[in-house]
């Protein structure tokens, strides 16, 4: 059986409101000593998938830095400290799109996107919503606009354009609940 790893140092490089990495000196299981092996701390986050009366899906596109361009995702944000996951949830999918909950989420489950260097997780949670949605209140950095998808779509040849990975888990994840 794998053993775990014994942090023998740790330098941290970074730490701001958004993440903290650090550097640790670590030694693996098998005795064998890695210098530096970057470790990242971010926020746990949630992500929904959120299904409209008639069936329809409702996703967000917005510019995403990392993979330079414009992305269509599922709605998604950080769990802020102490916050429930389902308020979170609901939080997130009110300020991005409007959309409220008209039953109680169905969780999804909770997984490490990125395990070997991350310690964030991403839930996801299921959310039948009503038909019309409410004013988006959206934070200042955010430009978001909503889009309406068939399940069609959703589980066609390009998942309705979603190309976050952890997204796409989630969302297949729903489809036998839809």
Not at 80 to 90: F, H, I, M, Q, W
Not at 129 to 145: F, G, K, N, Y
Not at 150 to 167: L, R
């Amino acid at each position: 059986m794998p053993k775990p790893w014994t942090v023998l140092s740790r330098r941290t490089l970074i730490s701001d409101p958004w993440l903290r990495l650090h550097a640790e000196q670590v030694r693996t299981g098998q005795g064998i000593e890695l210098d530096p092996w970057y470790v990242v701390e971010a926020a746990h986050w949630v992500t929904v998938v959120p299904v409209l009366p008639d069936g329809r899906l409702v996703l967000v596109e917005q510019y995403r830095h990392g993979a330079e361009r414009i992305c269509r995702e599922l709605p998604a944000g950080n769990i802020d400290a102490g916050e429930d996951p389902v308020a979170a949830a609901l939080r997130e999918l009110a300020e991005e799109t409007g959309y409220q909950a008209i039953a109680a989420p169905v969780p999804l489950g909770t997984f490490w996107p990125e395990p070997a260097r991350s310690r964030a997780t991403a839930t996801g949670f299921l959310v039948r919503c009503a038909a019309t949605p409410q004013p988006q209140r959206l934070e200042h950095s955010e430009d978001i606009a909503v889009a309406l998808i068939s399940q069609e779509e959703a589980f066609g040849p390009t998942h309705g354009g979603i190309v976050h990975g952890a997204q796409l888990a989630f969302l297949l994840m729903a489809r036998p609940l839809l």
